[in-house]
């Protein structure tokens, strides 16, 4: 048969879906010779252009992995196909659009089955079953679909497999070609942060080490690759393990030089708290070079012991603290800080602490600070009500207020993270003369020079829900323009005029 799998992902994330990978070469599905290709897309792409483009593969079947950021598109595309070709099936699988797969099945008729949890088995069951043009999905686990009458089934969840069962070859397409790639050497997470949903749902299962080993050699084979994102909850939770793959990929790095390769930068998102001195020493020995991006992002969350209590965010500040400082002293500087904006049991207070955290306690160079998004699955999700959590219907499933941010708090620390972003992104004279001025409570002086950047220019950047990468983004870019060099000029002196007035 022939199937398309679509990888739809934000430009910020440039990088083909992992999961639609291990799923192409999924060996029982190969073995059945299917034609089976990935197309990838943005979510900023043109939807007419991406429609016709899925058309032009000619595909019989269409798998879509959904996720926060592309299922209102995927919906959009799934109802035009059917539109225009009725004999197409559909599946989707990811988490956002499976949660509730029969509200999936209800409201987008253009959608056939719905796919929960992992998807390597019941999708190459699916498929069998078109194969062989038999249309009853009834025995095929992990699956929700319309029965003969029309009416919506859920079939019962199977175990999870043990990886190793996967039996994946990994293959790329246009391997010569690609700069970056994602991986995922295991799967779920030991925490269970109430916010996300990774390990509410899954418990930790691993590739053998030989599994991905081989995986490592075969990636640093391809010629012109210069980034790897480790897409693993935790990649420094296995200490050991973590090591043995850090040294591996450090000594093909090495054969790399040789063959005049570019170096490959492996790329974490992580727990600070994770790291030891080992990790960090093996670490350092990447080349890593900034100018590509910050290549460390450790999350935080927030610095306030009860919030992350309430989100169950295992965390020791001083940990936490030393390993951030043993990085950056040991000269691994451009490393990101990820915090969240609006989660249950904050208050706009403490919001304002944890940015101060950031820049005064840590003195970071680069954070970032994401608008809580109510994710499908995550406990947040089940238990809205407890905390009164009124959030977007579509995703990303932004808040909106809780019982302990009101709508006009959620907007003053919206518009404080925006700026501040926008301050420690691209207007960095600002941060220096703020940092010789005062050391602590630096967050005082700035909320100054942001209500002057929001009194006279706000007209110039994203009116609304700043948080999110996009709209950064965007006035980042256009921040380089010439009618906005004037502009960030006038910011830069202005507040440069407000730090040498400052009294603390
Ligand atoms: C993919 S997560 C994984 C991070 C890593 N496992 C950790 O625990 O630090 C990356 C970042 O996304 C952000 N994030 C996760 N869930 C979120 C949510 N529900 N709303 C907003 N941001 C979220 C957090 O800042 C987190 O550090
Ligand atoms: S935020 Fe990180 S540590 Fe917490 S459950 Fe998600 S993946 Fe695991």
């Given amino acids: 048969m022939n199937i398309g799998l679509i990888s739809i992902v934000p430009e910020t994330v440039p990088v083909t879906s992992h999961s639609l990978i291990v799923l192409k070469n999924f060996g029982k599905l190969k073995k059945h010779k299917h034609s089976i290709t990935i197309k990838k897309f943005f979510c900023e792409n043109d939807k007419n252009e991406i429609l016709n483009r899925i058309l032009s593969g000619n595909f019989e079947i269409i798998g879509f992995s959904s996720y926060l950021w592309n299922s209102k598109l995927i919906k959009w595309l799934a109802a035009k196909i059917k539109e225009i070709n009725k004999n197409i099936f559909i599946i989707v699988g990811g988490i956002q659009l499976s949660t509730e797969p029969e509200k999936t099945l209800l409201e987008n008729p253009g959608i056939d089955i719905v796919i929960q949890g992992e998807g390597e088995i019941p999708f190459y069951n699916v498929i069998d079953n078109l194969a062989s043009k038999k249309y009853c999905f009834q025995d095929i686990k992990n699956v929700c679909f319309r029965d003969e ?49 990774w390990g509410e749902l899954n418990k930790v299962r691993f590739y053998s080490e030989e599994k991905v080993m081989a995986d490592l050699e075969y990636i640093f084979s391809l010629p012109k690759l210069r980034t790897l994102a480790f897409v693993d909850s935790n990649f420094f939770i296995y200490k050991k393990r973590a090591l043995k793959f850090l040294k591996y990929m450090n000594s093909l790095n090495e054969k790399r030089k040789q063959e005049r390769y570019p170096l490959i930068f492996p790329y974490f998102e992580t727990n600070a708290e994770s790291l030891d001195d080992d990790l960090i020493d093996e670490l350092l020995k990447f080349p890593y070079d900034f100018k590509e ?80 998004s109510i994710v499908p699955g995550s406990y947040f999700w089940y238990h809205a009500g407890d905390y009164g959590l009124e959030f977007e219907k579509e995703a990303p499933h932004n808040i909106i207020q809780s019982n302990s941010f009101s709508k006009e708090d959620l907007c003053e620390a919206d518009k404080l993270s925006y700026y501040l972003q926008l301050i420690y992104q691209s207007m960095k004279r600002i941060k220096r003369f703020v940092d010789k001025k005062v050391e602590k409570d630096k967050m005082k002086l700035y909320e100054k020079i942001i209500d002057f950047i929001y009194n006279n220019y706000k007209e110039y ?39 040498k007035n400052y009294n603390e």
């Fill in 293 to 372: 991006g910050k290549f460390l992002k450790f999350g935080l969350q927030s610095s306030d012991k009860d919030t992350l209590k309430e989100s169950n965010r295992r965390f020791n500040l001083e940990k936490f603290k030393s390993n951030y400082n043993k990085i950056i002293n040991k000269g691994l500087k451009e490393v990101s800080v990820e915090i969240i904006c609006g989660l249950p049991g904050d208050t706009l207070e403490k919001y304002k602490k944890t940015l101060d955290f950031l820049i005064s306690d840590l003195n970071v160079e680069y954070f970032q600070s994401y608008f809580f």
């Fill in 461 to 499: 950047f994203c009116p609304s829900r700043h948080c999110s990468d996009n709209s950064i983004g965007k006035d980042l870019r256009r921040m380089v323009t010439p009618e906005y060099q004037k502009i960030k000029m006038d910011i830069i002196n202005g507040a440069i005029d407000i730090i």
């Fill in 149 to 197: 009458n029309g009416d919506i089934k859920r079939n019962s969840k199977d175990d999870l497999m043990k990886l190793d069962d996967i039996n994946y070859t990994l293959t790329m397409d246009n391997e010569d070609e690609l700069e970056i790639v994602s991986y995922e050497s295991f799967r779920g997470c030991i925490w269970s942060c109430r916010y996300c949903a």
